[in-house]
């Protein structure tokens, strides 16, 4: 099953891009989204992967949507490091409530993704 959705974290600017499907699909779907360079290898054996640069939203893959508590916690480790990059994106060393609640949106969206499958 091939996925996108784009979560806003703070506002509209700063969003975070969850992605989930195959190699192919991901590597495409990087390269629209500004990361031309990605390499879909780094995907092998892992249960996800957090990417990011300057100037472009952090992008979490994952092989599949999370069913179990492993793939959950490992939406919520990325999801940790996406929005990390979003607080360093605006200089903000913030680690207390708001950031919590950033990471809550993007579980909260992806969890969405399930309920609508």
Known sequence: MKIEKKIPILNDEYSVIFLSGDSIYLKNQCSAWGYPEFDS????????????????????????????????????????????????AIGDSNRDELFAHCVAAIVRG????????
């Open 110 to 117: 992806v969890l969405k993704i399930k309920k609508r499958k």
């Open 41 to 88: 290898d780094r995907l092998i054996n892992t249960r996800g992967l957090t990417i990011h640069k300057p100037g472009h939203h952090p992008i979490i893959m994952m092989p599949r949507l999370p069913n179990d508590p492993d793939s959950f916690a490992t939406l919520a480790h990325e999801a940790c490091h996406a929005v990390d990059r979003v607080f360093w």
